[in-house]
């Protein structure tokens, strides 16, 4: 039996491979979603890629996955710089002693100043940037290593 890790992404995430290419890559959003399905195959993992560009929703998922035993790897994208509402319910995550792995495929300290705080960082099990997408096989490999420790 697998074990389902939910993979949520925020706000223009959906535009990957339109965005800015030369910061996000070239490939989309329907390819992040095989990829990060194939590697949860490989690590025994039921992996489901979601993303919204509300606020909102993501909250509501976070909640879930605290009701349903679910770990999470996020990509914040923008909230991770302003939302508490989300750094709070990612809080719960992790008070349930559930992993959550915070992604990010460029390096948000290497760009703007505004991007260099993360409100979601404090409480997350651990953060891996600027790996583009391979960043995401990363943290399913570490909530894998989490789950079996």
């Known amino acids: 039996m697998s074990t389902k890790v939910?993979?949520?992404n925020g706000p223009n995430l959906g535009r990957l491979?339109?965005?800015e290419p030369d910061v996000y890559g070239h490939q989309d959003l329907e390819t992040l979603r095989r990829d990060c399905t194939e590697w949860g195959r490989e690590l025994g993992?039921?992996?489901e890629v979601r993303q919204t560009d509300d606020e909102a929703e993501i909250i509501g998922w976070m909640h879930r996955a605290v009701d349903e035993q679910t770990p999470v790897v996020m990509n914040p994208?923008?909230?991770t710089h302003y939302s508490y509402g989300l750094s709070d319910a990612a809080?719960?995550?992790t008070d349930a002693g559930l992993p959550l792995m915070e992604v990010h495929?460029?390096?948000p300290a290497s760009r703007d100043a505004f991007r260099r705080y993360s409100?979601?960082?404090?409480v997350a099990t651990g953060?891996?940037?600027g790996m583009g997408f391979y960043g995401y096989r990363l943290a399913l490999e570490s909530v894998a290593h989490l789950l079996n420790d």
């Open 105 to 107: 495929i460029s390096n």
């Open 127 to 129: 953060t891996i940037t």
């Open 119 to 122: 409100v979601i960082s404090p």
């Open 45 to 47: 993992l039921e992996v």
């Open 17 to 19: 491979g339109v965005r």
């Open 6 to 8: 939910i993979v949520v």
């Open 91 to 93: 809080h719960m995550v």
């Open 77 to 79: 994208a923008a909230f």
